[in-house]
């Protein structure tokens, strides 16, 4: 079996590994994969664009892949499975619609709520004067995180107003 494993962060490493260990596994291939992956037993880099769906496509095809898995978020909040599914490949990775719940913190809070799942109180802005009068009145400490995908880095613990 060959896997394409999608990603260059130390979860895909993590993924390259384990199937490194397994007997069932001729090769991986990750795209782009990083300098840890390139050590790996049975595995190598290949210098893509996660986002290059296209180019993805004609090395999997070429190369019979028979599994694409998918690490990070950002390939799978473009569409990343989506795409790959509906060209008839075995893909490990949500398609987009699941994928909101991690691309979207409004949408994850208002399914949250929907839902009766219990979770911290939440305001959702999209005028930064509204947001500022919001904090101005809450007070500090408060919490502010970034809605969308924002690489670990889109919260703020605000100490003063």
């Known amino acids: 079996m060959k896997v394409l494993v999608i990603g260059n962060g130390g979860r895909e490493h993590t993924i390259a590994w384990c199937l490194s260990q397994s007997s069932t596994i001729q090769s991986i291939i990750c795209v782009p994969g990083n300098g840890g992956t390139a050590t790996l037993n049975k595995c190598q880099n290949l210098r893509l664009s996660m986002t ?30 989506d ?24 949408w994850a809070k208002a399914l949250m709520q929907d839902a009766g799942i219990p979770t911290a109180a939440s305001e959702v802005f999209t005028s930064a004067d509204e947001a500022r009068d919001y904090v101005t009145e809450k007070g500090a400490p408060i919490v502010v995180k970034a809605d969308g995908l924002a690489a670990g880095k889109g919260v703020t613990v605000a100490q003063t107003v």
């Open 52 to 81: 290059d769906f296209e180019g993805i496509e004609r090395f999997a095809t070429v190369n019979n892949i028979s599994l694409i898995v998918v690490g990070p978020e950002a390939p799978l909040a473009a569409g990343f499975a």
């Open 83 to 106: 795409y790959f599914l509906e060209r008839d490949f075995l893909v490990f990775g949500p398609c987009q619609a699941g994928a909101k719940i991690e691309s979207s913190k409004a």
